[in-house]
């Protein structure tokens, strides 16, 4: 059973850690190493502390306490959601059954792929974002950076606890390797290929922690379903932390649109760049982007190992318990949109187990939408026509069926030639990635704010906007 949050130990925890002597030791000499990972490969910004929140609880209500904290002295910790001593599996081969509080021999290298695969994730926007704090456009948006990169190092030790708990020497050997490869290194590059991207500027992080950390969201929602409970109780904690990361992302990129708005409306012209704020084909094409990098997260449209993990009961669909049907899908279809070899598009009867990976998509990308709409509102009650959109799920993709061809926006598939002439238009360029960077300079006066993007409507924890977020060094 859960416990209570412990933050006497050296880790803080809920899972009676004191207890397993050996765990607890094990732990403990991976958390020097995680300091110096952190030390490393975290926020190169120094500050004298940060207003940051730190779970005290995992119940519903008052998990979080907020205070200043100098990020080095945070508290990391493991936190699980509370056990629910009758839970059974959900869906697979072995629905009904009790859910495992051990993993099961036949599924342990399964189980522990997936497990570094999502650990490897967590650390990995940490190294992306390692220098956004040096141009953060204000105190607010520096405190936010740090609050998602501190509870990014902790979902990093959620996984490494299960790892170190469940998977013996192989699962300790895996938790060293989470601190050794490193976003975007040549030699040991993170497992997944968005998370090598460099997260240049702060409009890339709005977009990443849009659609990136929503990716996760998804991911962690098919986790949460799992048959191995402590998995799943882990993933259903981090879910209530990655909240917090898209709703930076999702009012991140709401400020950004509402201040091109408003530049456009007071000086009459879309030329905005002049002005200072970022141009509306601009953040067009930066939602192709990061959409598009996040759509090829979610793997192959069809995949065996998503219907073996499935039927095994390692990983369910998002909402599984909710959803109405047998939970087992061997008889069910689907159908597949791919492109054609005469350039158009054909749709191809598979089976429902197969296709897990698209299902999955299609709950993200209806998410994502809810994005669009919220930008378009921005945009209407601005008395201006421009309208944002998702590019079809077939545009500027590296994975599954429509890599290896070119998909305009709108869902035409079209040459090389033609491609290579307008992919400009679509994703950023390097004078638009020039441009945006040249706009981010620090702002880090309490009430002030960059040129490019518009305060937010609250602060942080009921706290105004000009509260002193960050103490600087
Ligand atoms: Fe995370
Ligand atoms: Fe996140």
């Not at 570094?116 to 456009?137: F, H, R, W, Y």
């Not at 069926?401 to 070119?406: P, Q, T």
């Not at 960059?450 to 000009?466: L, M």
Request: glycine share 8%; net charge negative.
């Amino acid at each position: 059973m859960t416990t209570s949050i412990n933050y006497e130990d050296k880790i803080p925890n809920n899972v009676d850690l004191s207890s397993d002597r050996r765990l607890q030791r094990a732990l403990e000499g991976w958390q020097p190493k995680f300091m110096n990972w952190w030390g490393e490969m975290g926020p190169t910004l120094e500050t004298q502390g940060v207003y940051l929140r730190t779970a005290i609880s995992v119940g519903r209500d008052g998990w979080a306490h907020f205070d200043h904290v100098h990020v080095p002295d945070y508290r990391w910790g493991i936190f699980l959601a509370e056990r629910d001593p009758g839970r059974t599996i959900a869906f697979g081969e072995h629905m009904g059954e009790p859910a495992w509080q051990q993993v099961p021999g036949e599924y342990r290298a399964d189980l522990q792929r997936l497990i570094v695969i999502q650990g490897d994730t967590e650390p990995a926007s940490v190294e992306q974002q390692k220098l956004l704090g040096l141009t953060a456009p204000s105190l607010y948006d520096l405190r936010n950076l740090f609050q998602v990169n501190v509870e990014e190092g902790r979902h990093l030790w959620a996984m490494v606890y299960l790892l170190h708990a469940y998977f013996g020497k192989e699962g300790r050997e895996e938790a060293e390797g989470l601190l050794l490869r490193n976003s975007g290194s040549p030699d040991s590059p993170r497992i997944l290929g968005a998370f090598n991207e460099e997260t240049a500027d702060w409009l890339a992080f709005f977009m990443f922690t849009y659609f990136t950390d929503r990716d996760g969201k998804y991911q962690l929602g098919t986790l949460k379903e799992s048959a191995f409970d402590p998995l799943s109780r882990t993933c259903e904690f981090m879910l209530k932390e990655e909240a917090h990361h898209m709703f930076v992302g999702t009012t991140g990129v709401d400020r950004v649109v509402e201040r091109s708005a408003a530049l456009i409306r007071e000086h009459d012209t879309l030329d905005i760049a002049p002005r200072g704020g970022i141009p509306l084909d601009i953040i067009q094409k930066y939602i192709n982007f990061h959409y598009t990098v996040s759509l090829d997260l979610f793997g192959s449209e069809t995949s065996t190992n998503a219907a073996n993990y499935f039927t095994a009961g390692l990983k369910g669909r998002w909402q599984e318990t909710r959803r109405k049907d047998d939970h087992r899908l061997t008889d069910d279809g689907v159908f597949l949109e791919k492109p054609a070899e005469n350039g158009t598009w054909t749709s191809e009867e598979l089976p429902a187990l197969l296709a897990l990976n698209l299902d999955l998509r299609g709950e993200y990308i209806a998410d994502c939408e809810t994005g669009i709409k919220r930008w378009n509102r921005i945009m209407e009650s601005a008395e201006l026509n421009h309208r944002f959109a998702l590019p079809h799920p077939g545009f500027n993709r590296s994975v599954g069926v429509s890599s290896g061809h070119h998909v305009t926006p709108d869902g035409t598939i079209v040459d090389e030639a033609t491609w290579q002439a307008a992919k400009h238009k679509w994703l950023p360029t390097s004078e638009d990635l020039a441009f945006v960077r040249s706009l981010m300079r620090p702002v880090y006066e309490r009430g002030k704010i960059a040129s490019w993007v518009a305060p937010p409507r609250n602060g942080i924890n009921g706290k105004p906007f000009d509260y002193e977020y960050v103490h600087l060094a």
